[in-house]
């Protein structure tokens, strides 16, 4: 063993030691991968190793862990998930980093049924288990003797960005909360894409194809999946289609766990998400919530309307705050150029500040 690696290795022992990563003998034990797998460059100014923590349901969540290297005292700590789909070796690893490299702690975490963590079956999703699974990562961090309890927020990526909303709207432990190009998957699933499904006959189809779909899949034994991202790509597909290609099915994004690389959500995964609100209580949200998208993504209406169930403020298009609740709109950027850095876009300079601002 290498001196370079004898300290990363030392590093990440006693980073188990300070975090209570689960021992509850109960608790299944995961696969976790031990080399660096992820769709981005790993860096040099932070320590890296791999937690788990347990949500309110047995189910075991994996996660990465960032501590910035010469780091004193007890730290501001972020916890990080989404896009929607996707696993924590491509965007929401990417965040933590950076965050990490600015001085907080950070954790990216796989959300229950997918990635590294446990639950079954697989690649199923939940309003109300994913939103807890933030709630969990705030357990985990809040004990973790690297940590000030009084200083942690999260940030959720796409569909985890509403679940992010909806987390903070459930714990005042969050103490502040960016949701970067976010979906609200409970109104794209109600109404699908710009209202385009909005009829109660429409829903009525909707829930008639599910619990046809669930009938088979009982029947089967197996869960139908409804497909990744689609490959290869049709000349006439959407052009929000096509940005979602470029990520998830190139070298750019493409991972082996990520459920919008490979086959997707099971059909019936999303079933949920009809008749459960996730914005429900937004209006009632304390703490500082900054959310961040596209001027050119096509799902930039889901933050303007989350902005507005939060401070009933209308707004389309352009930049608002309104007290300790902020819409930025990054000029040109689409949906996808705020998962990585290929575009450049992704203002973590605006994101620390922000943090820094309200974790303190």
Known sequence: MNFKHFISVSMAALTLLACKSNTNENMSTLNLTREWDKTFPKSELVNHSKVTFHNRYGIELAADMYVPKNAEG????????GPFGAVKEQSSGLYAQH????????????????????GEPRRMASPDINTEDFLAAVDFLSTCDLVDPERIGIIGICGFGGMAVNAVALDPRIKATVASTMYDMSKVNVEGYFASEDTPSQRQEKRRALAAQRTKDYASGTYERAGGVIDPL????????????????????YHER???SNDGWNVIGCQSFL????????????????????EKAHSRYFSEYAFERMTGKHVVGESAKEGNKEFLVIPGASHVDLYDDVAGVIPYDKIEAFFKENLK
């Open 74 to 81: 007890k730290l501001p700590a972020i916890a990080v998930s």
């Open 99 to 118: 965050m990490a490299e600015r001085g907080f702690l950070t954790i990216a975490f796989d959300p229950s049924f997918t990635g590294e963590s446990g």
């Open 234 to 253: 049709p000349e006439d597909a959407p052009w929000f289609v096509k940005d979602y290609h470029a990520y998830y099915k190139t070298p750019r994004g």
């Open 258 to 260: 990520s459920g919008n």
């Open 275 to 294: 008749n459960q609100p996730l914005l429900a209580w937004a209006g009632e949200i304390e703490a500082p919530v900054l959310l961040i998208h596209g």
